[in-house]
């Protein structure tokens, strides 16, 4: 890969870190100013289960977030798009969709399909 296009995912992937640190800063903030005080019990459940949703949402980018700092030390490294399964390229399109992934389109494959094989 090239320098270029290390340069490109380097400022997609800062860019992704910096919009969901943003997004938990903001889920913060909102909580924070709520009003606990919902006399309706439906409002209360309504709330409470919005506030739920949006908890398990930034939990997922939590660990994004550690995705997203272990591509950045790959392209420090020089390991970045090399599938560490197989040692090969991974496509540029690939990383463009997914930029953490560690493997590549074929050894993906490989691994869901023996998840599925294994009932995970």
Do not use: H, W
Request: charged share 40%; glycine share 4%; net charge negative.
């Amino acid at each position: 890969m090239n320098d270029q296009q290390l340069s490109y995912f380097r400022e997609l992937l800062l860019k992704r870190r910096s919009e969901i640190l943003q997004y938990a800063d903001d889920t913060v903030t909102d909580m924070n100013d709520q009003s606990d005080n919902y006399p309706d019990p439906t409002d209360r459940a309504s709330i409470e289960s919005d506030r739920n949703f949006i908890l398990r949402l930034r939990e997922r980018e939590r660990s994004l977030l550690v995705k997203i700092d272990e591509a950045l030390e790959r392209i420090d490294s020089g390991d970045f798009g090399v599938c560490e399964s197989c040692g090969s390229d991974i496509g540029v399109k690939r990383l463009e969709a997914r930029p953490v992934t560690t493997l590549c389109i074929e050894c993906k494959t490989r691994a869901e399909a023996a998840e599925k094989a294994r009932g995970e």
